[in-house]
């Protein structure tokens, strides 16, 4: 029925996955927001590329996933905010946003990055960014998944 509110909360993830370690990170971001704890949200797993305005005005939430390349968002990241930045601007004020960054020094630029452009879309962050940083570590991919079921779990509760 046209207009009728919808039953479930939409949480969008888009991540940037050039490697098969930060496949497994996304891999672990949708796992973790597909817990069949979790009711009523939906889940969509997007690259940059993939992503379209569209997709983020649908969003009840989003899940940034990014490496860190020379000191700043990946290339892929960037093209998704170029593309969808003034399509979305003021029509997702206050979107709640998480991000993550596989990062091979300290991540502080990509960080930097992101959340300025965070900021002039006017989205909130609801926790800290994730740093996965270093050399690979089995345990970024348990990070991930965490956070995916915290991004989930919130919206489901309500929490924003």
């Not at 700043?72 to 993550?100: H, I, N, Q, W």
Request: hydrophobic fraction near 40%.
């Amino acid at each position: 029925m046209a207009g009728a509110p919808r039953a479930e909360k939409r949480l969008l993830i888009v991540a940037h996955v050039p490697s098969p370690n930060t496949t497994r990170l996304r891999d672990a971001a949708l796992e973790g927001a597909r817990a069949p704890e979790i009711a009523g949200v939906e889940t969509r797993a997007l690259t940059p590329f993939e992503t379209e305005p569209d997709d983020v005005l649908a969003a009840d939430a989003l899940l940034i996933g990014t490496t860190e390349n020379l000191g700043y968002m990946s290339g892929a990241l960037k093209d998704f905010f170029d593309r969808c930045y003034y399509p979305v601007l003021e029509k997702t004020e206050g979107l709640p946003y998480a991000l993550y960054i596989r990062a091979g020094h300290d991540g502080t630029g990509t960080r930097r990055a992101v959340e300025s452009i965070a900021t002039g879309l006017k989205w909130r962050a609801v926790q800290a960014p994730l740093i996965c940083r270093g050399e690979w570590q089995e345990h970024f991919v348990d990070d991930c998944r965490e956070l995916g079921m915290a991004m989930a779990a919130g919206l489901e509760a309500g929490i924003f």
